[in-house]
């Protein structure tokens, strides 16, 4: 046995390439050419495939391999020494270790694994963020998705990138299955590389799904690695210009990159991307999607498009396949822009790492991250100097200022004086709060990317949209998302408009806590307007928002997306009292509205009958000595009214807005 002071788990080296894979190979070629002065080895299972290194020794030790190995017979064989793994996973007995993880993508993307797999990592990674004496990862994008979903710091969090150096070694002129296919096609016709895998967060279901327009262009599709197999037949029909080449060798890969008119790179997450600065490297321009850490790799040296939008891929496929000064100077880019990302840099930092884990390492400065477009909504009817009020305060300090902001109105009345505020449209139509917010959607720009919707009693975070928008980049399928309310007034007498504002001032940065999954909660939430489609608020649920927000977001949520909450996305709710509607249709809709859900397949039979218990008990339960500020007698009465409803087999939501009020109480508002 070696007797270096650091040693490098080897597991990785009985194991298939991929790209985490590559990651290690290459940061310990690196390490190797390194002059610095740091006894180090590499400890490996004995069936590690042998790697030609000319410092580093490899050290093949115990008898079992994966897992088993890893966790039981690493820890006996590094006793002693500090311990650098680099694919993600590491004994979980060890403290002194540098651990890089490269994503969370079994988090974000867990339909992409097996049960087994996420179950493993699962488990294992929390355990490793917490005792591990640090965490590397590759960009700054996954450092922020591992600290969301893992329990450490971002600030903690060591950025070490992918490097592209590798990529100039590979030998186009030793391929020997990329020129049989690009000949066998018809040669005059440009193509589009691609990169197979099974893993649906890849996304390359988009580009076959685009393929016949690329045909009708003239353009072909060539996908490398992971098979025609990995397409159901059906989706395959047709699709006379998709070709696959299988699992090709490195020097196939460098002929496709050099042939190729552009990389197309659709994935919904990458921890970093690898294959864009192989690409760029070589000369290949580069189509990638605008989330996660993509649009940090590529600076501006790409084209992007968001990996929801078919359309998009063709017209910027079609714009470098049309214009050779396009293309010329993506490639100038690209070549630019790999040199911030250097393996012998990365290996530096490791280096560092093992000298000192706490060691606080120099990176690469981000490409400034481009923002979708917001538009934001407020829903009011009849309180036009609190509207007034909140949406003034929110234009004004909104760091990330929107796109557009809406104030859905039933009269012109209801928004005060913010027809004359500078970037407000003030539309109207039917009245009530799911009819208003559609109102609002119907007056969006085709290319909003995110929609927020706010109560207009709701005093936003001056970082509220630009945290969301954040979210929205980072987890390509967050499709709802909602803040956190630091007070809420409508759990008591309400709260003023001076003193939300100086609640959320007082709140202060709130401690990173995501929530996952989560409803979104309508007094301040957004959602993805590509998975909105022509989904619209149901205005059968004439009331209760909190359950109009929620059927909404489970049909939104429906063809897959995620719904969590965030909070460093925060504000205050003042709860503002008048205009609020009477007990008897509040208490009506707490009963209808969830068995109307349940019937729709938007609520649980377990979450409505904790919803109707929940409010019939603590409305009986307080009738006779009510607060004063909310009327339980009217609420008792239309729980009951809604029981007899449903006894005689009518279940219309849209009944409560016809219940007559009792008279000796006042008309109080539109929502809760």
């Known amino acids: 046995m070696s007797d270096a002071a650091t040693v490098t788990n080897g597991r990785f080296l009985a194991q298939t390439m991929t790209g985490v894979q590559r990651y290690a190979r290459n940061v310990l070629y690196a390490l190797d050419e390194s002059a610095a002065s740091i006894e180090t080895s590499v400890l490996a299972p004995r069936s590690a495939k042998d790697l030609e290194f000319s410092r580093l020794a490899v050290v093949r030790a115990g008898r079992g391999t994966g897992h088993a190995w890893e966790q039981f017979e690493l820890p006996y064989y590094a006793r002693g020494r500090r311990l650098l793994n680099l694919c993600n996973t590491a004994p979980a007995i060890i403290r002194d270790q540098i651990v890089c993880i490269h994503d969370a993508n079994i988090f974000a993307t867990p339909g992409s694994y097996s049960p087994t797999f996420r179950a493993v990592y699962h488990n294992l990674q929390p355990i490793l963020a917490r005792r591990s004496a640090r965490i590397a990862t590759v960009s700054q994008a996954a450092a922020r998705q591992i600290a969301r979903h893992l329990p450490v710091s971002l600030k903690d969090i060591a950025i070490l990138p ?74 395959l029909q047709d699709r006379p210009n998709v070709y696959f080449a299988g699992r090709v060798s490195d020097d196939d890969l460098a002929y496709f990159l050099d042939h190729a008119i552009c990389l197309a790179f659709p994935s919904l997450t990458e921890g970093f991307g690898l294959p864009i600065v192989e690409a760029m490297a070589r000369g290949c321009p580069v189509v990638s999607s605008n989330c996660a850490s993509m649009p940090e790799v590529c600076g501006d040296a790409a084209l992007l498009a968001t990996p929801f939008e078919p359309d998009e891929w063709v017209h910027q496929i079609h714009a470098i396949a049309q214009s050779k000064d396009l293309r010329d100077d993506l490639v100038g880019r690209g070549r630019q822009e790999v040199k911030r990302f250097s393996w012998r840099q990365t290996a530096s930092g490791y280096l560092d790492l093992l000298k000192s884990p706490g060691a606080d390492l120099p990176t690469y400065a981000p490409a400034r991250p481009s923002t979708p477009k917001v538009a934001v909504i407020f829903a009011t009817r009849g309180r036009p100097d609190i509207v007034s009020a909140t949406v003034r305060h929110f234009v004004a300090t909104q760091s990330l200022k929107p796109a557009a902001v809406i104030v859905s109105c039933v009269e012109l009345a209801d928004a005060g004086d913010l027809g004359s505020l500078c970037g407000v449209t003030v539309v109207t139509g039917p009245a009530g709060l799911a009819a208003q917010r559609n109102t609002g959607l119907a007056s969006l720009e085709p290319d909003i990317e995110i929609v927020a919707f706010f109560d207009d009693d709701f005093v936003a975070d001056a970082n509220w949209l630009a945290s969301a928008a954040r979210v929205f980049r980072d987890e390509s399928q967050v499709v709802g998302f909602t803040g956190h309310v630091v007070a809420d007034g409508i759990k008591g007498p309400g709260i003023g408009f001076d003193e939300a504002v100086r609640l959320v001032a007082a709140a202060g940065r709130q401690t990173p806590r995501w929530t996952e999954p989560y409803s979104p909660y309508g007094c301040n939430m957004a959602f993805r307007v590509s998975a909105i489609k022509e989904i619209r608020f149901d205005e059968r649920l004439v009331l209760y928002g909190w359950l109009e927000d929620r059927d909404f977001s489970a049909t939104v949520a429906k063809g897959g997306g995620r719904l969590i909450k965030w909070s460093l996305a925060y504000g205050a709710h003042m709860g503002a009292k008048n205009g609020r509607v009477s007990g008897e249709r509040l208490g009506y809709s707490q009963v209808v509205n969830p068995l109307y859900m349940m019937r729709k397949g938007t609520m649980t039979l377990v979450n409505v009958a904790d919803h109707i218990l929940r409010n019939t008990a603590s409305n009986f339960g307080r009738a006779v000595w009510p607060e ?32 007559l009020p009792r008279k000796s109480i006042r008309l109080r508002g539109r929502r809760h």
Do not use: C, M, Y
């Open 628 to 659: 004063p500020f909310i009327d339980r007698k009217g609420r008792v009465k239309g729980n009951l009214l809604a029981i007899a409803d449903i006894l005689r087999g009518r279940l219309e939501p849209e009944r409560a807005a016809a219940i």
């Open 162 to 235: 992918n490097g592209h150096e590798h990529a100039l070694r590979w030998n186009p002129a030793l391929s020997t299955a990329a020129p049989a296919l690009v000949v066998s096609r018809n040669a005059q016709r440009p193509f589009v590389l691609a990169l197979g895998s099974r893993a649906r967060h890849k996304n390359l279901a988009l580009l076959i799904n685009v393929a016949p327009r690329l045909d009708e262009l003239g353009i072909d599709i060539i996908i490398a690695g992971g098979g025609d197999g990995i397409f159901a037949p059906e989706a």
